[in-house]
């Protein structure tokens, strides 16, 4: 069950700070190349719909990840990935 303190924490705006900014910028890049992918190889259909939506979801979901949760370590958008 969710204390009180769960739901003000994820009811409540949390301001971008540190490395936040970066971090929504590579999800939603990310996201937008695979949507690219998806739409160039699938047809159009009810799981091509499906697909974006869950990606969709995917994207705000992660974003909340960011959000609620300050990282362990410090975040460089240059760094190499993986």
Request: glycine share 4%.
């Amino acid at each position: 069950m969710a204390t009180p303190k769960d739901l003000e924490d994820w009811f409540t705006y949390h301001t971008e700070s540190g490395s936040q900014p970066a971090r929504y910028v590579l999800i939603r890049e990310g996201a937008k190349q695979l949507a690219g992918i998806i739409n160039t190889c699938c047809q159009e259909s009810a799981d091509k719909s499906a697909a974006f939506r869950k990606l969709r979801e995917c994207v705000m979901t992660a974003n909340a990840a960011i959000a609620l949760e300050q990282p362990l370590m410090p975040f460089h958008a240059d760094a190499p990935r993986r």
